[in-house]
């Protein structure tokens, strides 16, 4: 193995071996539950303030969140590549544009027909 690879190795030996410390001391020094005492509700997850007691207030999530979330991932990705290719730009020459202009277009093409389908239209 390259030596220029070594800290990368140990730090990741560092913080594997870090964790695993963590999760021992937690198991071994954190409160222990009893079992008999306990109700069943509170070994259920808590999430988000609601009580788990009343399981009839879960609302169905709408697909428009989703398509939103996919949307905004698309374009993130977009912005991604941007900077790294303006950094480069000059040392890529045309290949490196010629690639930029077919994704962009490719985005566009994207964003048009998600448009016409009224994926940006929230009712």
């Not at 730090?11 to 020094?29: D, R, S």
């Not at 988000?48 to 009839?56: E, I, S, T």
């Not at 000059?90 to 077919?102: I, M, P, S």
């Amino acid at each position: 193995m390259s030596a220029q690879y070594l800290p990368v190795l140990f730090a990741f030996m560092g913080a594997i071996g870090f964790m695993a410390v963590m999760l021992g001391l937690n198991h071994l020094l954190g409160p222990k539950p009893k079992a008999a005492l306990t109700p069943a509700v509170k070994f259920e997850p808590f999430e988000c303030g609601v009580p788990a007691l009343q399981r009839d207030n879960r609302r169905r999530i709408s697909v428009k969140y989703y398509l939103v979330a996919i949307l905004f991932v698309m374009f993130d990705l977009e912005a991604v590549l941007l900077y790294p290719w303006a950094v480069l730009y000059r040392e890529l020459g045309l290949f490196g544009l010629v690639e930029l202009v077919v994704f962009l277009i490719s985005l566009v093409v994207g964003l048009i027909y998600a448009w016409r389908k009224g994926a940006l239209e929230w009712q």
